[in-house]
């Protein structure tokens, strides 16, 4: 099987190719990102064509890749809230405008699409649990900039399935409900406030900088050790007997559910614990800030976000199983090793 991987070099990206390479031998994989720094072995591997480009630039390739290959991952996106307020028409260019290119590509060269929707569709849905085919998608109003991010996603998602029901495109809609892991955000969008929440930490932790909670950090989260978000990936991609055809599937650790004050100690604790940092003279504090100071006017928070993976356990005889502390300490530890040097 020939895949295609555009934003390669991401977090979802480069864990996915580097699984691939090592478990799949009769898999060929095509990637585009516009760096190289998280790739690391799998550049080397000859089952692996990695083109440095840019989605809006090199288009000519991407046409030629996807009628190519045989299964699309596009995965190419702004997806940090910090960077929904502060640009949203970059949002809208890229997530929305050179997403739907490609999806249009794949119906031209009937190629199987498996898309990057995302757990900010369901918005400040109030189900206890988000339902795929059920659930409804809530968002905030025009003021509240934070919810172009969240608009862009569910448009493709019924431009995608529309489609798909039509009998005009093979698709698969995965959500990802905040993976955590190794590479997740680099120390340099944390210096500058604009990563995701556990990166954000983790650095600040590092960097003895306090930790912010916004608005008391009463908010909850379910967060999906990323090695788990692959596995389920990889079954999506294996595809047996056409079991992920035209569904939408939640990819999330429900029983991984915790606030974001909880979070933070946590993360604070396993800091303190570290060999390189148990010694420390001083810790983050752990301070309360409002969500206008911290993000903007713009912003609007998620207060709880917990998926069923009902439907990921039928169809994909798949179960999430890192636990919350571990996955945490696997992601810490995984930062703290790669900035051991770094300068701050
Ligand atoms: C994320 C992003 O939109 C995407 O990465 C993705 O589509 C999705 O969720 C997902 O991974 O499932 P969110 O969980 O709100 O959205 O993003 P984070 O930046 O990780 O923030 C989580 C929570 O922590 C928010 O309530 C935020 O207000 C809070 N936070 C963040 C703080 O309290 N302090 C900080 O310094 C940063």
Known sequence: MKVLILGVNGFIGHHLVSRILAKK??????????????????LDNPRFNFMEGDIAINREWIELQIKNCDVVMPLVAIATPKLYVEDPIAVYNLDFEMNVDIVKKCVKYHK???FPSTSEVYGACSDPEFKEDESFLVVGPINKERWIYSCCKQLLDRVIYAYGTRGNLEFTLFRPFNWVGPRLDSLDTAKEGSSRVVTQFIAELFMK???????????KRCFTYVDDGIDALMKI???????CKNQIINIGNPRNECSIKEL???????FKQHPDHKNDKIYSEIVDTSADT????????IYTRKPSIEKARKLLNWEPKVGLEESLKLTLDSFLKENKKAKI
């Open 294 to 301: 911290y993000y903007g006017k713009g912003y609007q928070d």
């Open 264 to 270: 933070a100690q946590i993360l604070k604790k396993l």
């Open 25 to 42: 031998k009769e898999w060929v994989v095509y990637g585009m990102d516009l760096g190289t720094d998280r790739l690391g072995k799998s």
């Open 237 to 243: 991609l294996e595809n047996k007997n056409d079991a």
């Open 209 to 219: 900088r306090p930790i912010n909670l916004v608005d008391g950090g009463r908010q």
């Open 112 to 114: 199987r699409i498996v």
